[in-house]
C-alpha cells in the first residue's frame, strides 16, 4: 500500500534556529526565502500528484498552505487517493505521524455550494457568535465547528472519528476502515442486527444531546460500518440545543433513523425516539423502582 501514497517531505522546522541565530534582517530574509521556496515546491508537488486532479478547485494557495501547515506539525507525512467528492468536501486518506496510522483529510471547498444552507447553521450557534457573512470566514469557521463537535462528541464517548488537527479549511481525523478496507455507509450494507444497531444509534444521539449536541443530518448515510462497529461521521452541521431550529433538527434526524430502522422491520417510531434521546438523565442517587 505504501506506494499508493506520496511521501511527502516537509521543510524543517525553522523554529530552534530562530532562537539560536543572530536574528538580523537579513537572516530572517534569507530563512523567509527559504520557507517561500519549499513551500513553492510543496505547492507545486502537490499541484502535480495525480489525486488531487479530480477538483482543483479544492486546492487554491491558501489551501495548499494549510495543508503544508499540517505536514510541517507532522499531522501528515504521506498523501494517499481520494476517498470521497462529497457536496461540500473532498476526503483522502493519509498517512498520519507514521505508516502506523491511517487518517483522513477532509478538505472543505471555499466555493462550497452548501454555503447559505451552512449559514443557517451556523447562525444561533452560541459558540461562532460574531463570524463575517463571507463565504471564506464561514466555511472556516465551519471546518472549526466540525472538529470541536467531534471533540465534544468523542469525550461524550460517541463512537466518531477521533479528530486530530484543523488548519484553516482543511481536518485531519482517524480513518475508519483501512485504505484498502474501506468502511461502508449504512445505507450500503445488510444489517444483520437492526435491533443492537438501533439501540446503539439511540444511545449515541441521546449521549450526543447530553452534551448539549444534535447532529443536524443523521441518517443511514452519515452512520459507517467497519469491523463491526458503527461510527458516526460528517458532525459539521451538528448545532447545540441552543440553536433556533434545534427541535426542528431533532426531529428530522429522528425521523430519518426511525424510517431506515423501520425498513430494517423494527416497530420504531420518531416520536419515541425524540423522547427517549431527550429524556432527562436519572438524578444520581435518586429513588428508583427497585428501591
Ligand atoms: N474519518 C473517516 N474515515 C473513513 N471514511 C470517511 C471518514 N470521513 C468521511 N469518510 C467517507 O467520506 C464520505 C464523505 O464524508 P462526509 O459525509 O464527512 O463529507 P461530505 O462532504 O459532507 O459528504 P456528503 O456530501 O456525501 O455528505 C463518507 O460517506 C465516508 O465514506
Known amino acids: 500500500m505504501t506506494e499508493e501514497f506520496d511521501l511527502l517531505e516537509p521543510a524543517d522546522d525553522p523554529g530552534d534556529e530562530w532562537e539560536e541565530l543572530d536574528v538580523s534582517d537579513t537572516e ?7 520557507q517561500d521556496r519549499e513551500f513553492s515546491e510543496f505547492r507545486k508537488r502537490l499541484k502535480d500528484a495525480d489525486q488531487f486532479k479530480l477538483d482543483g478547485s479544492v486546492f487554491d494557495d491558501a489551501t495548499l498552505a494549510a495543508i503544508y501547515k499540517l505536514v510541517q506539525d507532522g499531522y501528515i507525512t504521506a498523501f494517499g487517493g481520494p476517498v470521497s467528492t462529497g457536496k461540500e468536501a473532498n476526503v483522502f486518506e493519509a498517512f498520519g505521524e507514521d505508516e502506523s496510522q491511517e487518517v483522513a483529510v477532509k478538505i472543505y471547498r471555499i466555493n462550497s455550494s452548501n454555503f447559505t444552507q451552512m449559514r443557517e447553521y451556523l447562525e444561533g450557534d452560541p459558540r461562532f ?6 463565504k471564506k470566514a464561514t466555511v472556516l469557521a465551519w471546518t472549526r465547528k466540525e472538529f470541536a463537535n467531534l471533540r465534544r ?22 480513518l475508519v476502515g483501512h485504505a484498502d478496507d474501506r468502511a461502508r455507509r449504512l ?3 445488510t444489517v444483520e442486527n437492526p ?3 438501533f439501540e446503539v444509534v439511540r444511545e449515541y444521539m441521546r449521549r450526543l444531546y447530553r452534551v448539549g449536541l444534535i447532529h443536524g443530518d443523521l441518517s443511514e448515510y452519515n452512520l459507517i460500518v467497519h469491523d463491526g462497529e458503527l ?17 426542528t433538527f431533532l426531529e428530522r434526524d429522528c425521523r430519518n433513523v426511525a424510517a431506515f430502522f423501520s425498513r430494517q422491520g423494527l416497530e420504531v417510531s420518531a416520536d419515541d425516539l425524540a423522547a427517549a434521546v431527550t429524556e432527562p438523565e436519572p438524578e444520581p442517587g435518586g429513588n428508583s423502582d427497585e428501591e
Not at 238 to 244: I, K, L, N, R, Y
Open 231 to 247: 461510527v458516526v461521521i460528517d458532525l459539521g452541521q451538528a448545532v447545540t440545543v441552543h440553536h433556533p431550529n434545534a427541535r
Open 129 to 134: 457568535e460574531g463570524i463575517a457573512s463571507d
Open 195 to 197: 435491533e443492537t444497531a
Open 153 to 174: 462528541a468523542y469525550d461524550a464517548g460517541v463512537r466518531v472519528p477521533e479528530p486530530i488537527a484543523v488548519q484553516r479549511n482543511a481536518l485531519v481525523m482517524e
Open 28 to 34: 530572517a530574509d534569507r530563512i523567509a526565502r527559504r
Open 187 to 189: 445505507s450500503e450494507v
